[in-house]
């Protein structure tokens, strides 16, 4: 009897020896221990590196075995900011797939996954589970084109809107599971097209056990590191962690950034404007480094602007370290932090407020952050693991 085969679409899948979220490859990990053959397709151009990561052969893609999961490298168009040429990118990432994929003479998958960011990935998941005769299961962790609504950049009747909302409207319907990340999603299914509650999974990003960082000991120095590592795009909405930076005069308090992305520069030039010496700016580290960097920070800041549907996909590496979290997001469904007690929120509408809160806190809180830091790291253990999760999927899929 042949392993189950599971064939996953993700244009930003990405191995833990690059910057960025590996929720698919840690997935399949779990995966290939159980017994599973598992095959990630995804771009060779890194969306925050922007750059290709790997070589291709004259057709165009590269086949690279990493730790038991096969990734199929498509080549995409290059681009360096948001706009058409992106678009181009996206789109072709699905064109060219569909003329790569029946020249590899792999073996036919029992279950395909078409995971957003954004749409595409799902058509072309439902082509091939079609083709094949696979089941398909359509995985949501952005919404198109509600996202772009929520954050104002797309009109809800505008032409894109209704382009995408067609897309997502035969992908769904075409879909017996569906994989969500934000239990908003759900409700949004339901509500908009009536989806069927049971055949939904909620699976948001997991952890590696290699993440859990021993509980650390802080030191009465007075010095605090407050560090955000991840992507530096418009949807962190990190302006927001620099006003923050700017109300803060508190010469012991060091704010980090980790990471790049399209909005980097712009963020540089507007702290070099207000003549900002507390913000200390660094480059992105691979995901393997990520529990190191985490562990010489005092407390850990997690940003995001108007997206409401996802999953934070940094919160539980942060809580994975033993480390108080402070968050500004927008989706309070996303918060666990204030019922297990582990950092801190903030209101991202009130700059002032949220100054003085942080600093009152990062005060009378500071000989309890070991204590604070643990309960956070407990919640990922018994909750969040990718090997917990797996199992959750295993269940889901039902091969």
């Not at 056990?209 to 909405?237: A, R």
Request: hydrophobic share 35%; net charge positive.
């Amino acid at each position: 009897m042949k392993n189950p085969s599971i064939w996953i679409f993700n244009h930003y899948a990405q191995s833990d020896n690059l910057p960025g979220g590996t929720r698919h490859y840690d997935l399949a990990q779990e995966l290939v221990k159980k017994g599973f053959e598992v095959t990630i397709f995804a771009s060779g151009f890194h969306h925050a590196l922007l750059r290709d990561v790997v070589k291709y052969n004259k057709k165009k893609y590269f086949i690279e075995d990493i730790s038991g999961v096969k990734f199929i490298w498509v080549k995409t168009h290059s681009y360096q900011k948001n706009g058409l040429n992106r678009m181009i990118n996206i789109v072709s990432y699905a064109l060219r797939l569909n003329y790569i994929i029946p020249n590899l003479n792999l073996l036919k998958p029992d279950i395909i996954i078409g995971s957003t960011v954004h749409p595409f990935a799902g058509i072309i998941a439902k082509k091939f589970s079609k083709k094949y005769e696979a089941k398909f299961i359509f995985e949501i962790r952005d919404l198109w084109p509600q996202t772009f609504i929520d954050m104002g950049l797309w009109k809800k009747n505008g032409f894109s809107s209704r382009v995408f909302r067609y897309i997502e409207k035969i992908t769904v319907r075409g879909s017996k599971k569906m994989i969500v990340l934000s239990p908003l999603t759900i409700k949004y299914l339901k509500e908009t097209y009536g989806y069927n509650q049971k055949n939904i999974l909620l699976l948001p990003n997991g952890v590696k056990k290699n993440f859990l960082n021993k509980t650390p000991k802080y030191e009465g120095n007075n010095k605090i590191d407050i560090t955000y590592l991840g992507g530096i795009d418009k949807v962190h909405g990190l302006e927001y962690l620099i006003s923050l930076a700017n109300e803060i005069k508190d010469n012991n308090i060091t704010f980090n950034i980790y990471g790049e992305g399209k909005e980097k520069k712009n963020l540089q030039t507007l702290c070099e404007a207000k003549n900002l010496k507390n913000i200390i700016w660094h480059g992105s580290v691979p995901k393997t480094e990520v529990p190191k960097v985490l562990s010489e920070s005092t407390v850990l800041f997690v940003s995001t602007s108007n997206v409401l549907y996802g999953s934070e996909n940094k919160l539980y590496d942060y809580m994975a370290s033993a480390k108080p979290i402070i968050l500004a997001i927008r989706g309070n469904h996303n918060n666990p932090i204030q019922k297990i007690g582990c950092g801190l929120t903030l209101d991202r509408d009130d700059v002032k407020e949220s100054a003085l809160k942080l600093t009152c806190y990062l005060k009378d809180e500071f000989e309890y952050f070991e204590e604070i830091g643990k309960k956070g790291q407990e919640y990922v253990i018994k909750n969040r693991t990718t090997e917990i999760l797996a199992n959750n999927l295993i269940t889901f899929i039902d091969v």
